[in-house]
């Protein structure tokens, strides 16, 4: 991928990597610019105190012997060698003696230490020079005794105490700056050095994180196109380095697999709309057409009408059932639970239904162990344990023997069962078994029977509301629908 | 449907037009319960919007009033709300297409009286709107109901038919004892599970009828005059005669 330099710009790593190294880069110039003054100080420092040392050295000299003493100590001290320099002048600045060969013009005439590092040349160099390099400007050799010797590669830097001795001759005493100036080259190198590991440190970084980073981002970029394209199926890249990018990665597909799950709820509703209610709508609508069309007496069009209503109730019961499973399905706010006596929920539903199952001839008993509570929504619980009994009593007539429901709430484990078991033909198909609570599916036993087809998926749902199961179990005869409960958390 | 008022108030609550206030913003769902309320002899008049229907509720005197969650400039809470702490008690049926158990919850506690989710039967409507009525409230207070020769003692639980005693369970109890508060009026099978049975869900199958008509044979058996009645497309009537 080719990376135009404003593209990477764009991108927060490189963003961060320039302005950590200009930061960076900033101190570290501040530094070494602070540590450079204060080792040049400290140089300069130890440099005029060698500096004193000499002079008192010549002083004492000078006590003990005169002029002639101290001359002849210079020319002894000059020969010697070493970094100090030392000079006696004639009032003209004519140098006598001393290990200078020549001066910057204008350093003898101010007395006191010299203000500014001046440049000198010492007695022999040119010799050394020309022995080292014979093909060098002969003019070199030719300057004179007193001639201006600035800012040659040959001169060097120095710093001196410049005296006037009692006889008005001038006396310099100084120290080569060599070594401080080589030491604060070495510095200065290191700096240069440190700030072009630092530049390329920082591209480096810059190149490697912001390029990565910028090629996950737009994976996830052009992943998420792809998703909002249409294709709810696809996923963002999780690498598996666990860090923030897979991380964000993860969260967006487990809201891209809630987006599908609620996506896919919302096409089976909009399915069963399309299949289930079109065919009451179209009786609705043909039974209304032949009454118009038909020749019929007062009675007949309100028979008709009568008709029509209980057909839409009936329709506005199936488009409830499915707004509500939707709802449930969605997770619609869990705010609305609370403890609920599940054997006060089965003693009412069995209270409920207790006549329309004398009627029907099933025998309807109860097996309540304890007062289990969950904690849940006291009305679904009804809706879903009415749905499954008034099932159970439908399914039980058919039973061989004397057709009996049973409503049992124990608890399994760790989970309270609320189970509803007729003994009628069941469902003996395993995948009929599970298709049963799928909405709208009724099994083709139950065709003769009335309702929705919504009545256990509802229940399902429900369930799924109250973080619990329903389970649909063969019960031999018959069958077992269980509902299954987590235990509340502080019982 | 409409019935006559009659001057024995312990004997049929009043039932007579009612001035109703519909507060609903969808004007085709306004205009058919205006026409509908007319129709079946009350006064309906209806606000387009959450403000106006507030005007209107606190400077006229209404009997009922329909009120429509999700209104436009105001909601349909906060109007019941503000109507409330201006004292003001008329009675209010929410129509929601919500629908949650939440927003019945919610609704109730707004102030509202009773709660209707969209879609509803108006027949439905109707009958809670009648029962809503706030001079029907009155028959709360007392403590024996008398319809026809039916009388029902609610401290000493017991119910006697033209001087005979009836032995009824205790919900059969609670179901008579709920007809005969609302005798006169009709009341639909959800409203008897509501509050007879305090759940707010539409049964499979009609387990209700079942119930009334159990009850119905423990009143009726052994006399001439039929006194609890089927409403076709609507619910039951406790009357007599």
């Known amino acids: ?491 | 449907m409409h019935m006559p008022a009659t001057q024995s108030s312990s004997e049929i609550a009043y039932n007579g037009p009612m001035k109703i206030l519909v507060i609903e913003d969808d004007r085709e769902a306004a205009d058919y319960l205006q026409k509908a309320f007319t129709e079946a002899g009350h006064t309906a008049h209806v606000a387009g919007d959450g403000e106006t229907g507030f005007a209107l509720a606190d400077s006229g005197d209404y009997d009922v009033m329909v009120v429509d969650r999700m209104l436009p400039r105001r909601d349909g809470l906060s109007v019941i709300a503000g109507l409330r702490s201006r004292g003001n008690t008329t009675p209010v049926l929410i129509l929601s297409a919500l629908g949650e158990v939440d927003d019945r919850v919610t609704g109730l506690r707004a102030g509202g009286d009773d709660y209707l989710t969209k879609p509803y039967a108006f027949s439905e409507l109707l009958a809670r709107v009648e029962v809503l009525n706030r001079r029907a409230s009155a028959r709360e207070a007392e403590t024996v109901y008398r319809v026809g020769d039916l009388e029902l003692d609610r401290l000493s639980h017991s119910v006697r038919r033209a001087a005979r005693e009836i032995t009824l369970q205790p919900r059969e109890f609670r179901l008579l004892e709920y007809l005969m508060r609302h005798a006169g009026q009709v009341v639909t099978r959800t409203m008897l599970l509501e509050n007879v049975w305090d759940y707010h869900f539409d049964p499979q199958t009609n387990v209700i009828d079942v119930h009334v008509s159990r009850l119905r044979g423990k009143i009726e058996k052994g006399f001439d005059k039929p006194i609890l009645h089927t409403v076709r497309g609507a619910g039951y009537m406790l009357k007599s005669g």
């Open chain 1, 1 to 491: 991928m080719a990376l135009s330099m404003p593209a990477i710009m764009r991108t927060t790593a490189a963003r961060l990597s320039a302005l950590y190294l200009l930061l960076f880069a900033i101190c570290a110039v501040l530094l070494v610019f602070y540590m450079t003054s204060l080792s040049a100080r400290m140089l300069t420092g130890q440099t005029q105190d060698t500096i004193n040392d000499e002079v008192l050295g010549l002083a004492r000299a000078y006590q003990r012997g005169g002029l002639p003493l101290l001359v002849r100590v210079v020319e002894q001290r000059s020969r010697q060698p070493g970094a100090n320099l030392y000079l006696i002048a004639d009032t003209n600045g004519q140098i006598l003696t001393g290990n200078v060969q020549s001066l910057e013009p204008g350093v003898l005439e101010a007395e006191g230490w010299t203000t500014e590092p001046f440049s000198y040349r010492r007695f022999g160099e040119a010799e050394l020079e020309r022995q080292r390099n014979p093909v060098a400007d002969p003019n070199d050799t030719q300057s004179g005794q007193n001639e201006v010797q600035v800012e040659g590669e040959k001169g060097h830097n120095a710093i001196a105490l410049v005296l006037r001795l009692p006889n008005q001759m001038i006396m310099l005493v100084g120290r080569d700056l060599g070594e401080p100036e080589r030491f604060r080259a070495v510095i200065r190198r290191a700096l240069m050095l440190a700030l072009g590991m630092m530049g390329l440190g920082g591209l480096l970084i810059w190149f490697f994180v912001g390029r990565a980073a910028l090629k996950r981002i737009d994976s996830v970029s052009e992943a998420s196109r792809r998703i909002m394209g249409g294709d709810l199926s696809g996923r963002l890249p999780v690498t598996g380095a666990g860090d923030e990018f897979d991380r964000l990665s993860e969260n967006l597909n487990s809201m891209l697999a809630r987006i599908a799950t609620l996506n896919e709820g919302l096409k089976q509703v909009s399915d069963n709309i399309a299949h289930d209610l079109k065919t009451p709508l179209t009786r609705l609508r043909n039974r209304a057409e032949a009454t118009l069309s038909g020749k019929y007496k007062a009675a007949d069009y309100r028979q008709a009408l009568e008709g029509t209503i209980a057909e839409s109730d009936q329709l506005i019961k199936t488009f409830n059932a499915i707004l509500m499973i939707s709802r449930l399905e969605a997770g619609y706010s869990s705010e609305s639970t609370s403890r609920v006596d599940l054997a006060a929920s089965v003693r009412d539903v069995v209270e409920l239904y207790e006549p329309v199952a004398e009627e029907a001839g099933v025998t309807l008993e109860t097996s309540v162990q304890d007062a289990f509570a969950v904690e849940g929504n006291r009305e679904l619980i009804g809706q879903a344990l009415s749905n499954i009994v008034d099932n159970a009593i439908k399914y039980s007539t058919d039973s061989t023997a004397k057709p009996s429901v049973r409503v049992a709430l124990d608890r399994v484990g760790r989970e309270i069962r609320l189970s509803v078991t007729d003994n009628g033909h069941g469902i003996p198909d395993d995948a009929d078994r599970a298709r049963a609570t799928e909405r709208f599916v009724r099994l083709e036993k139950s065709r003769s029977q009335p309702g929705s087809g919504l009545g256990l998926s509802l229940a399902k749902a429900i369930m799924t509301f109250h973080n619990g199961r329903l389970d649909l179990l063969p019960a031999d005869p018959g069958l077992s629908v269980v509902m299954s409960f987590p235990e509340r958390e502080d019982r």
